[in-house]
């Protein structure tokens, strides 16, 4: 019974410590903080927070109309791998 009463508080505490780690993500994202790992192409890092990097969010806008206009991505994978960013 001891040992029954022993692993129903580690169950709870483990769910307690798996709600507050969610709930402080979950606050981060709300604060727009960057919760790690690269960043998205097209966009840099300053102080914890995603900042638009021109020069690759052209990059990107570019692949995103070559996509529009390619019948699939297999194509578009050709393309830019021949001619990268004309």
Known sequence: MT???LTSFTQFEREI????G???RAAS???GVWQGGAP???YGLAQQR???EPVEAKKVRTIFERFLQ???VP???QELSVNPWV
Do not use: F, H, T
Request: net charge positive; hydrophobic share 45%.
């Open 22 to 24: 969610r709930e402080k």
């Open 40 to 42: 998205p192409m097209g």
């Open 29 to 31: 994202r709300r604060q």
């Open 75 to 77: 194509a578009l994978i």
């Open 70 to 72: 390619q019948p699939s």
């Open 17 to 20: 410590v798996g709600a507050r």
């Open 50 to 52: 995603l900042v638009v």
């Open 3 to 5: 040992l029954n009463l």
